[in-house]
């Protein structure tokens, strides 16, 4: 049966210049570059400069993803945009990067589901496509996650980063079948109950200021591989698909221990998983599209290699995307 896939076409990505090390913490925290090794994998983050916004590194990103696919802002129908830090509460970050990549045309907008806001944008990029809605879809995760941390708050301020990802999808004929280039399934969650173990102290209609991240990490930990694993195995059900079908791994880049413990729980050997989280910490929505372009540029992919993409983050929310590149 005939069917329309989303097709990955381009991808791209950006960090900010400036690298930060565990070392530098350590100039004003009580904290070590061996803790944080050891209990995240992090080494170094990149941190954006004074003035450097969430749509800089977007509109960085999505023009290397442009210059992957080979076409151009106005080639493309529509502009997904996810992130927890906008430049403003309105409008969308996502309309500044419309007018950078000089698209003008169809439609952009903001979705937000922090550190899975990547697999929620190209849920929603995808039904999108499949719905005839849109034909090409430029899909973005961008952050500048520095700004809302505090940084004398040891247990949160060492673990993220800025960044951002982007990868362009476009409408493709498939045969249904598993074999199929594109996105083969998508599985989305989230849980309100679970708001508390994870959020940002502020907001425009609470407290009126932007807030810092606090989280409960021992309990987000076990939530993640939890959850990691059983939305990993769905999406690859719903496609018809298992575990040793799967090339890469390519999770959200929260923590090493996090990402080890899901590909063993999922069956999926260390070797077939990408990790960024060493250079880029946790960028939240960026994680996974910089992670993917990174392994990308490295030529790590071949056509027809199947990728399972799996992100948890605050709400709690997470989910999964199975592409045959
Ligand atoms: N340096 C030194 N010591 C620290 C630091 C630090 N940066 N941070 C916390 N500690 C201390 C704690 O105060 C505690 O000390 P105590 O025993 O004297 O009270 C001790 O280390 C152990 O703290 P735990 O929180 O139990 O440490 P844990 O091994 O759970 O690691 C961590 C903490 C890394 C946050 C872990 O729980 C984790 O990764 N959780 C997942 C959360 C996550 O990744 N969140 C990101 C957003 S959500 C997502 O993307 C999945």
Redesign the pocket.
Known sequence: MKVTRSLAIGVGHYLPERVVENAE?TRW????DE??RT??GIERRHFAAEGEKTSDLAIRASEMALADAGISGNDLDAIVLSTATPDRTFPATAVRVQEAIGMRRGFAFDLQA??AGFVFALGTADAMIRAGSARRVLVIGAETFSRILDFND???C???GDGAGALILEAAEGSGESSDRGILATDLNSDGRLANL?YVDGGPSSTGTAGVVR?Q??E??KH?VLKLAETGGRALAAAGLEADDVDWLVP?Q??L??MKMTASKLGIPPERVVTTVEDHG?T?AASIPLALSVAASEGRFRRGDLLLME????GLAWGAVALRW
């Open positions: 913490f925290l009580d904290t070590s803790w944080i209990r995240t922090v550190c040891r247990a949160t060492v673990l993220f994870l989280m990490g021992q987000v930990f993640a959200h929260a923590n221990r996090i946790n939240s992100g948890i983050g605050g």
